[in-house]
């Protein structure tokens, strides 16, 4: 289960990671001419939040249990991005985006394993 909980945590990491350097590295209006439509709703300044907020909890999945360093901030992240993602949910949901909808539960779910696996029984 170690092995299956690194392999989540490493590929969220990397996605959460890549998604938060988008939304802070690109104007507003890029991001809503490459299809986050959502962006609409929400301002520069939020949205470089928001990724911001991706980026860390992107890193906060990988390198702590990397370098051996402050381990709790793995499941600390993990929880971060569920909170994330049941506000996309919500914003997604608003827009009627049902395979946005999806995406964000399957992203909740893998980060939820990764939290309840780190926080329990294979803790670092």
């Known amino acids: 289960m ?5 392999i989540i945590a490493i590929l969220l990491g990397g ?3 890549a998604a938060g ?3 802070m590295l690109q104007p507003k209006e890029k991001l809503i001419e490459t299809g986050l439509g959502w962006t609409e709703g929400f301002s520069p300044n939020a949205i470089k939040a ?3 907020l991706d980026f860390l909890a992107g890193l906060g999945l990988i390198l702590p249990a990397l370098f051996g360093i402050a381990e709790i901030l793995v499941p600390l992240a993990a929880v971060g991005i569920v909170l994330l993602m049941i506000g996309a949910v919500v914003v997604h ?3 009627r985006e049902t395979p946005m909808v999806i995406a964000n539960l ?3 779910v893998l980060a ?6 780190r926080f329990g029984p294979y803790s670092f």
């Not at 170690?2 to 690194?6: G, S, T, Y």
């Not at 939820?112 to 696996?117: K, R, T």
């Open 2 to 6: 170690n092995v299956v909980l690194w």
């Open 15 to 17: 996605a959460f990671v």
């Open 21 to 23: 350097l988008m939304k």
């Open 50 to 52: 928001i990724g911001a």
């Open 93 to 95: 949901g608003r827009r």
């Open 106 to 108: 399957v992203l909740l």
């Open 112 to 117: 939820a394993v990764v939290a309840w696996g």
